[in-house]
């Protein structure tokens, strides 16, 4: 957990091409608007205000991205995406940042696991499969996958069961965790495993590299303006 609470902010992109290369483990939240995601968020990271959620979901249309790692070196990077499938913004605008997170997702080098949040209340939507078959591919090359069932103290210990049974089913090898930041919920689960795919256990015979041998990475100009809302 402690390794969770050193995340801080290192830039935003409104375009894939603006996101700067980034040679350290990758972590991307995606989700729809009101699934929970900037409070899953910021629960992990103790910061009540690292990853903002808008008034109006789905209207902010940008990537951030927030380094991870102890002593001022970053071992690991978190993406929040944009929230998708809101209700509010336009069909074109839907489409075309649809359109961009599937573009990151499938082609961003680097990227080492995919957390998708989703509100057992209404389970996986249409939208939340489409992007599963999305990186489907992916995942089956290696690439790690969790879906984080959110908002779990709405549901009773029977529904949470029922829920969890049925989305295990649906997540095609990916893993699945009960999630809530108002009982604190699965926020440990959720920390170790993050932390194990930024550190994999590495084969036997192979060197680790030398301590505080990574570099700081650098934040872009974009990264002094606030932070805007992707959930």
Same mark, same amino acid.
């Given at each position: 957990m402690g390794w969770m609470h050193t995340a801080r902010f290192l830039t935003t992109a409104a375009q894939l091409h603006h996101l700067p290369p980034i040679d350290v483990p990758e972590i991307a939240f995606v989700g729809r608007?009101?699934?929970?995601?900037? @409070?899953?968020?910021? +629960?992990? +990271? #103790? #910061?009540?205000?690292?990853?903002?959620?808008?008034?109006? /979901?789905?209207?902010?249309?940008?990537?951030?991205?927030?380094?991870?790692?102890?002593? $001022?070196? +970053?071992?690991?990077?978190?993406?929040?995406?944009?929230?998708?499938?809101?209700?509010?913004?336009s069909r074109s605008d839907k489409l075309r940042w649809q359109q961009v997170m599937v573009n990151y997702l499938v082609s961003r080098p680097g990227l080492t696991g995919i957390v998708l949040l989703c509100d057992p209340r209404l389970g996986l939507t249409e939208l939340d499969e489409a992007l599963l078959e999305a990186v489907r591919p992916r995942v089956e090359e290696g690439l790690k996958f969790l879906i984080v069932l959110t908002k779990a103290d709405k549901l009773t210990r029977s529904e949470q069961a029922k829920v969890l049974s049925i989305t295990r089913l649906q997540a095609g090898g990916g893993e699945v965790k009960m999630f809530s930041a108002l009982k604190k919920q699965g926020v440990d689960e959720v920390a170790q495993l993050l932390w194990q795919w930024a550190h994999p256990v590495r084969p036997q015979g192979t060197e680790p590299?030398? =301590? $505080?041998?990574?570099?700081?990475? /650098?934040?872009? /100009?974009?990264?002094?303006? =606030?932070? /805007?809302? @992707? =959930?």
């Amino acid at each position: 957990m402690g390794w969770m609470h050193t995340a801080r902010f290192l830039t935003t992109a409104a375009q894939l091409h603006h996101l700067p290369p980034i040679d350290v483990p990758e972590i991307a939240f995606v989700g729809r608007s009101n699934a929970g995601k900037s @409070t899953c968020i910021n +629960t992990l +990271t #103790q #910061q009540k205000q690292l990853a903002f959620a808008s008034k109006k /979901p789905g209207r902010t249309q940008h990537i951030n991205l927030f380094a991870l790692g102890k002593q $001022g070196v +970053t071992d690991a990077v978190l993406a929040d995406l944009p929230g998708y499938g809101y209700a509010a913004v336009s069909r074109s605008d839907k489409l075309r940042w649809q359109q961009v997170m599937v573009n990151y997702l499938v082609s961003r080098p680097g990227l080492t696991g995919i957390v998708l949040l989703c509100d057992p209340r209404l389970g996986l939507t249409e939208l939340d499969e489409a992007l599963l078959e999305a990186v489907r591919p992916r995942v089956e090359e290696g690439l790690k996958f969790l879906i984080v069932l959110t908002k779990a103290d709405k549901l009773t210990r029977s529904e949470q069961a029922k829920v969890l049974s049925i989305t295990r089913l649906q997540a095609g090898g990916g893993e699945v965790k009960m999630f809530s930041a108002l009982k604190k919920q699965g926020v440990d689960e959720v920390a170790q495993l993050l932390w194990q795919w930024a550190h994999p256990v590495r084969p036997q015979g192979t060197e680790p590299a030398a =301590e $505080g041998s990574a570099e700081p990475l /650098p934040a872009s /100009p974009q990264a002094a303006d =606030e932070n /805007p809302s @992707t =959930e």
